[in-house]
T-cell receptor
Framework: KQEVTQIPAALSVPEGENLVLNCSFT??????LQWFRQDPGKGLTSLLL?????REQTSGRLNASLDKSSGRSTLYIAASQPGDSATYLC???????????FGEGTQLTVNP | DAGVTQSPTHLIKTRGQQVTLRCSPK?????VSWYQQALGQGPQFIFQ???????QRGNFPDRFSGHQFPNYSSELNVNALLLGDSALYLC???????????????FGPGTRLTVL
């Protein structure tokens, strides 16, 4: 059974800082890994998707890496802004179009 | 192009009642998945519908059932509500097609269910 863990559970940083969120999964036989953002009481917004054959994906100030053999992914946020404050969730899919298994998220607060 | 829509936004029920939540997938998508997200936790997969049939199911009791209509929209039904069913219910859509699928799942805003 796939299990996804995210560390830390919460993070508070000053504006402008670069930061790294961590995600680990127990079964390396994944199809892809997605990072999502969730604002309080809202749905999920997909940030980045990494296929199992890829090592990293970038979008603006966000960079996600994937090390499938070690069961780890990181989300790097450069020059953090107060608007980045949200919960960040990592999810893995075992096969194409299959269910997503989520971690419990990292709650990020960026202080002005 | 409308994204994934869900209704209602909020719902309050009492224990033992039944509830129906609705989801319309993103235009062009044919697969709908439902997730339950308790406060402070990550979403948990309930089930997935494609071609009007349940294709995958997570570890949820039979009180949770669903349906997919010919226009790809979907309903989630929960019978005999328990206090522990209070959660944000998220719908996600994707495209499976005939022999390939898109990988990104698009999520709706969710329905907040409170059971008193």
């Amino acid at each position: 059974k796939q299990e996804v863990t995210q560390i830390p559970a919460a993070l508070s940083v000053p504006e402008g800082e670069n930061l790294v969120l961590n995600c680990s999964f127990t079964d390396s036989a994944i199809y892809n890994l997605q990072w999502f953002r969730q604002d309080p009481g809202k749905g999920l917004t997909s940030l980045l998707l990494i296929q199992s054959s890829q090592r990293e994906q970038t979008s603006g100030r966000l960079n996600a890496s994937l090390d499938k053999s070690s069961g780890r992914s990181t989300l790097y946020i450069a020059a953090s802004q107060p608007g980045d404050s949200a919960t960040y969730l990592c999810a893995v899919a075992g096969t194409s179009g299959s269910r997503l298994t989520f971690g419990e998220g990292t709650q990020l607060t960026v202080n002005p | 192009d409308a994204g994934v829509t869900q209704s209602p936004t909020h719902l309050i029920k009492t224990r033992g009642q039944q509830v129906t939540l609705r989801c319309s997938p993103k235009s062009g998508h044919d697969t709908v998945s439902w997730y339950q997200q308790a406060l402070g936790q990550g979403p948990q997969f309930i089930f997935q519908y494609y071609e009007e049939e349940e294709r995958q199911r997570g570890n949820f009791p039979d009180r949770f059932s669903g349906h997919q209509f010919p226009n790809y929209s979907s309903e989630l039904n929960v019978n005999a509500l328990l206090l522990g069913d209070s959660a944000l219910y998220l719908c996600a859509s994707s495209w499976r097609g005939t022999d390939k699928s898109t990988d990104t799942q698009y999520f709706g805003p969710g329905t907040r269910l409170t059971v008193l």
